[in-house]
């Protein structure tokens, strides 16, 4: 392997960008597709609607990620050779965009925000230029979908490089008092390039109760925030979060990975998979392949220690990890759940040869959107 080698590569021509993001659109198209399916929950792991209302909620957010960024960059191809900036695509890992889009992103929904935009009638004037020019006003076309970029930045819409938490009651307190809450967040893992969303569901003993607590809201963000990294084992986010808030006791914790990405257009990731897709070309929007995970911790219940000599009592969650299979035991999870999307075409030169994916349940986006389950 070349260690001195990019992580990611620029896309120059207006071609490859927008042949990146109808793949792109693809992708998040088929996700939402899987949200529908009548065994959804199982599909994505969940144990009940409201996670996957969850689910559903940042595809949804991803999508408007990546129809952001095909808006910043759809004609500056044609406005200058040497552009200041240039979409930057992850070709190590994930095959999404890379650690920094979403952050300048970010950074454009910070500096927009609180300001008016304009808004001008550049369809009018493109139709007068033709008309005159007899040519297509690139420039234009440019300035009216910068104009469309500002305006859907500013609502804040897309998927972020940390997604702070949202809190619910589960239910009302039992005749004992104890309180149950659903908690959900997210993040862009820029460190792999991929969207990572988490779902818990914890028992809640502090006496003003998490869901109208702001003050306890921000320290949960900020515990989040910290144990949020994918890399990470599951067993470390949980305890983490079960022994920096000592109000929090996590019951169930699932985190949902949406990658890798893998296309004939980064024949710079080194996995078998780009490998068996740089043949394919009986149709370029279609050589691609999703992957996602989903790996679930549950605890088995609490136990109760002296927390030194002169301190009370620390209560700590006993997480299941099952030491037996060897996905769930290396990720620190009660159970590890792989998926894969791929169009019809695809699938069936699948069946030609081998794969990467003959243990791993495969979906397939027929010719009309339909997503069916093969094994």
Request: net charge negative; aromatic share 10%.
């Amino acid at each position: 392997m070349n260690n001195n080698r990019k992580h990611y590569r620029e896309l120059q021509s207006s071609d490859e960008i927008h042949g990146y993001f109808a793949k792109c659109a693809s992708v998040v198209s088929a996700l939402k597709s899987l949200c529908k399916l009548s065994d959804a929950e199982q599909v994505w792991g969940c144990t009940s609607s409201a996670e996957l209302d969850v689910v559903s909620h940042y595809v949804d957010l991803l999508g408007n990620m990546m129809r952001l960024l095909l808006l910043k960059y759809a004609y500056t191809p044609y406005l200058s050779t040497d552009m200041p900036q240039k979409l930057a695509i992850d070709v190590s890992n994930g095959g999404m965009p890379y650690g920094v889009e979403v952050r300048r992103l970010e950074n454009d929904f910070e500096e927009l925000c609180n300001k008016e935009i304009p808004w001008h009638d550049y369809r009018s004037k493109i139709v007068d230029y033709i008309l005159v020019n007899k040519s297509i006003p690139r420039h234009l076309q440019n300035e009216m979908a910068q104009q469309t970029y500002r305006h859907a930045v500013k609502q804040g819409q897309f998927m972020k490089t940390f997604e702070a938490p949202k809190v619910s009651a589960i239910g009302t307190p039992d005749s004992n008092g104890v309180k149950y809450v659903f908690i959900h967040w997210a993040l862009y893992d820029t460190s792999r390039c991929m969207p990572v969303i988490y779902i818990m569901v914890a028992e809640d003993s502090s006496r003003s109760g998490l869901v109208k607590d702001d003050g306890l809201k921000e320290v949960l963000s900020e515990t989040c925030e910290s144990y949020s990294q994918s890399a990470l084992k599951l067993l470390t986010v949980a305890t983490g979060i079960d022994e920096k808030l000592a109000f929090l006791h996590p019951k169930q914790l699932t985190r949902i990975s949406l990658g890798s990405f893998s296309s004939s257009d980064f024949p710079e990731k080194e996995n078998s998979v780009s490998t068996l897709l740089q043949g394919f070309s009986e149709s370029p929007s279609e050589d691609w392949v999703f992957e996602w995970k989903v790996e679930i911790l549950r605890s088995m219940g609490s136990e109760t220690n002296k927390d030194g000599v002169f301190s009370g009592a620390k209560r700590t969650e006993v997480f299941d990890v099952n030491r037996a299979e060897h996905g769930a035991n290396l990720s620190g999870a009660s159970e590890v759940l792989r998926r894969v999307v791929v169009p019809h075409s695809v699938y069936q030169s699948f069946q030609q040869g081998d794969h990467p994916f003959a243990e791993t349940p495969i979906y397939v986006v027929g010719k009309s959107g339909h997503v069916a389950l093969h094994m």
